[in-house]
């Protein structure tokens, strides 16, 4: 597969994204009658904040979610190569440990780990995302964060009090105490502003697929909860265009094929990865809410993966080049 095709699939994947982003809207909003404002009909839809409907987003994340980063294990083993090591520990144990790392640094210093996770994750989202093509690596940089912090920018615009209390179960008072006074100045719906411009500016213009995500991705955020919506995006756009890109990349004349290989292969570690979630969300519930346990599982252990994974795509990048 070349990459017009990748490209060309990619270009669908967006348009069945804003496809699937409709459907949500028909049947959970839109069916609604009468005059209700926008805010009404999301606070009256008990589909839609529902404890239920949390644990249900607990699962897609802790399955299709996580899946697209189920082969960093073949990626470390090239990795190991570029180094001239050969026992495959070394990556495990590596990896784990930084995944530990963040771990420790959120328990004792949640207010700075989540900080740097939401701006780390803000690059990631954008990076990986990204169809359009950006010259320059410093307008790439600013691209890649600019795209990315629509996802951190747009719950926060459109339910502030709702995603600063999921920031208060997994973080510090003084985090959320600092995010309640940016919010009285409209703060987060400057920065959305601002984010979604400078990525039109950009490339955003120049690209199609950029026409059908940026308004899906808004109109998630509008309509549904954070948590929500979040599982939306992250499960059916990230999740899903990362694993097009594996897939393409494991079988380069057969997409089909290269699907098959990598469901294979991200299978073993898919299945660890959900029981892990599992587990760990069941001694939470012994000392929290339902809700509160599902956020801390879900933000903490997503920064305990999305940290190594990140780190690991940036040393292949770097000795590839």
Known sequence: M???????????????????????????VFDYQGPETA????????????????????FLIATIGVSHGSLDNYKGKKLLKFYS???????????ILVALLIILLWKFLPTVTLFTFLIVASYHFGKEDSLEKVGKSNFKLLYYFSRGSIIIFAPLSF??????????????????????????????????????????LISGKESASFYFEVPSILAINYFFSPFFAFTI???????????????????????KKGINLFFNKALPLSLITAIIFIVALYFLL???????????????????????????????EKNEK
């Not at 090591?85 to 990896?95: A, D, E, T």
């Not at 973080?171 to 990525?199: H, P, Q, R, V």
Request: aromatic share 18%; glycine share 2%; hydrophobic share 50%.
């Open 85 to 95: 090591l050969k026992n495959s520990i070394i990556f495990y144990l590596s990896y």
């Open 159 to 200: 339910h502030a009090n709702e995603t600063i209390e999921i920031f208060r179960m997994i973080s510090s008072a003084a985090f959320t105490d600092f995010f309640f006074n940016l919010e009285k100045y409209y703060f987060f719906e400057l920065m959305l502003g601002l984010t979604i411009l400078s990525s039109y």
């Open 2 to 28: 070349d990459n017009f095709e990748l490209s060309n699939l990619e270009f669908k994947h967006s348009i069945w994204f804003t496809v699937l982003v409709i459907i949500l809207l028909g049947v959970f």
């Open 233 to 255: 995006y992250f499960c059916f756009l990230h999740s899903v265009r990362h694993i097009i890109s594996l897939s393409s990349e494991l079988d380069k004349e057969n997409i």
């Open 39 to 58: 805010s009404k009909i999301i606070k009256d839809n008990p589909i839609i904040y529902n404890n239920t409907t949390n644990l249900i987003c607990f």
């Open 286 to 316: 012994d000392l929290n809410q339902l809700n509160e346990a599902i956020f801390k599982v879900i933000f903490i252990g997503l920064a305990s993966l999305t940290f190594p994974h990140i780190l690991l795509e940036y040393l292949l």
